[in-house]
């Protein structure tokens, strides 16, 4: 069914960068489109990114032009390279199937001071 690990988080002032890694194990990695998503304290989990299994990337407004995703079929892994992150991009970050999706990880905490 697909276990997901995420990785990558820290704490970064505005204007800085961050690259996010999931590792899938299990389930059928190369034929499913990924996503990226994360929760912000008191809100409920929102969509950030996705990737079809041919590398077609598709983003939320609010990170259009600053965030790319990517993926690495050979390593089950998929990516999120966040360039100037902002204080509102502060939140746990998951990644999952975004079709039929599995449970969810424990994902990685991005925290962006002022």
């Known amino acids: 069914q697909g276990q997901f690990v995420e990785s990558g988080g820290g704490l970064v002032q505005a204007g800085g960068s961050l690259r996010l890694s999931c590792v899938v194990f299990?389930?059928?990695?190369?034929?499913?489109?990924m996503g990226w998503y994360r929760q912000a304290p008191g809100n409920q989990r929102e969509f950030v990114a996705q990737?079809?299994?041919?590398?077609?990337?598709d983003y939320t407004d609010s990170v259009k032009g600053r965030f790319t995703i990517s993926r690495d079929s050979a390593k089950n892994t998929v990516y999120l390279q966040m360039n100037s992150l902002k204080p509102e991009d502060t939140a746990v970050y998951y990644c999952?199937?975004?079709?039929?999706?599995?449970?969810w990880g424990q994902g990685t905490q991005v925290t962006v001071s002022p």
């Open positions: 990737i079809t299994a041919s590398g077609k990337p």
């Open positions: 299990g389930g059928t990695f190369s034929f499913r489109t």
């Open positions: 999952n199937r975004v079709n039929a999706p599995g449970a």
